[in-house]
């Protein structure tokens, strides 16, 4: 009976992925009269897979969670005696911590390794298909239908135009979602690289997701994706350290990088994508102080004036209160952050001092368990946890959660990462 509720699990994991890169497209193109709730799809389906693993106790709630829905319960009744007092907002915040969460540990219990890797290979051939779109959106009007924005808005999904062109999103609501996908991409990517264990998928596949990877840098004039493929080639150089046989495949990438580097840009679409791209790094660099303004502060995202800012309250303001959706429903105007949009300043103000510092705490000691666990699988020839752990630790970290499109890639990385631990299945 186990193995029928697994395999019903899975099916709803895969689909709660399917939802995530395609949420946006559904609010954009498909039922744009639903682009608000279409917000939350993902909802009932964690709530299904939670419910459904308890039921045939194949899960239960660890040590994590346990203290996670205890803080968060304490948050909800400071929400509703000292703070804003809103239930619906509060239940709009509090599902962060009480359903996807958990999902996160749901994820590493129900899938093995296989289902990594085979998720992996889809987000393969999803990236050669999303670059091709990305091409079409950077050089299509605003007007154009590819580019309408959520809730069929006819003023485009583009953000930040740089010489008339815009940072697009993709299949995804927001440019961030985009940037997200990508990041967890450049992870898989440079894992089938590597071939470890003989794990490869097809070459040609593969080729054309690295390819489509490095054009989408510049045509999504997004400095995340870059900063993100970065990271992963930095992780892949770290591991190498403890592989002879990794460095020289950390060699022949950069080769490689190299190489393709330069056949694209004899391109005239790639050229002109990576001017854009040059002056919008110039742009910004400027605008934030340099290279220490913009890498520093994009890779800590204010999280240590979020915990030192004096006027923190010590019971907080009030779950939920950190997302657009609270500032339509207690304001009733259009979408903004009412509090900092940097995720640790966001949980401090909802949560309060105290018990927002044990939330950043518990998810701050998740990504340390998984640095630990992810570098002894090296050694053990089992690279996997940790190229995932590349994109996952920011996102976990700092990702934010009261984003939907944020919080689904920081739940499902986590549990790829818990996954990817496991042996590979014999028959």
Aim: one cysteine or more; hydrophobic letters at 50%; aromatic letters at 12%.
């Amino acid at each position: 009976m186990n193995d029928d509720t697994i395999t019903i699990v899975k099916k709803a994991i895969w689909l709660y992925f399917w939802l995530l890169i395609f949420e946006g497209a559904l609010r954009k193109w498909v039922l744009p009269g639903l682009a608000e709730p279409l917000l939350i799809i993902r909802d009932p389906l964690a709530i299904y897979i939670i419910f459904k693993v308890a039921q045939k106790n194949i899960w239960r709630p660890n040590n994590y969670v346990k203290f996670i829905w205890g803080i968060t319960i304490l948050s909800l009744i400071f929400t509703l005696y000292v703070g804003h007092g809103n239930l619906i907002v509060a239940f709009y915040g509090m599902r962060i911590t009480m359903i996807h969460f958990p999902l996160l540990f749901v994820i590493g219990h129900v899938f093995n390794r296989d289902d990594v890797l085979k998720m992996g290979k889809v987000i393969l051939y999803l990236c050669i298909g999303m670059t091709v779109l990305v091409a079409i959106q950077f050089f299509s009007p605003q007007s154009a239908w590819v580019n309408r924005g959520v809730g069929g808005d006819m003023a485009g999904s583009g953000f930040g135009a740089v010489r008339d062109f815009y940072r697009v999103p993709g299949t995804f609501s927001f440019t961030n979602g985009l940037a997200l996908f990508y990041g967890l991409s450049s992870a898989f990517i440079f894992y089938f690289l590597i071939g470890e264990n003989k794990e490869q998928v097809s070459k040609l596949l593969l080729a054309f997701a690295a390819i489509s990877l490095v054009i989408a840098i510049p045509l999504s004039i997004s400095r995340t994706i870059l900063l993100q493929t970065v990271l992963s080639l930095i992780f892949l150089f770290l591991s190498s350290g403890k592989s002879s046989q990794l460095i020289k495949k950390f060699v022949a990438i950069i080769f490689a990088a190299a190489i393709l580097l330069i056949g694209l840009n004899k391109f005239n679409f790639f050229q002109t994508a990576s001017s854009v791209f040059s002056e919008r790094i110039e742009i910004a660099s400027k605008t934030e102080g340099g290279i220490e303004g913009t890498i520093v502060d994009r890779l800590l995202g204010g999280m240590y004036s979020a915990v030192a800012d004096p006027e923190n309250s010590y019971l907080g303001l009030g779950l939920g209160l950190g997302s657009k959706v609270a500032s339509k429903l207690l304001t009733g105007g259009t979408a903004a952050y009412l509090l900092p949009e940097g995720e640790w300043g966001r949980i401090i103000g909802e949560m309060g001092l105290l018990l927002g510092l044990l939330l950043i705490l518990t998810r701050i000691g998740l990504v340390l368990e998984f640095f630990k666990g992810s570098w002894v699988s090296i050694g053990n020839s089992n690279a996997l946890p940790w190229l995932l752990l590349s994109f996952g630790a920011i996102t976990i970290l700092q990702g934010q959660w009261s984003q939907p499109t944020a919080l689904g890639f920081s739940i499902l990385i986590g549990g790829l990462i818990l996954a990817a631990f496991k042996q590979p299945e014999t028959t």
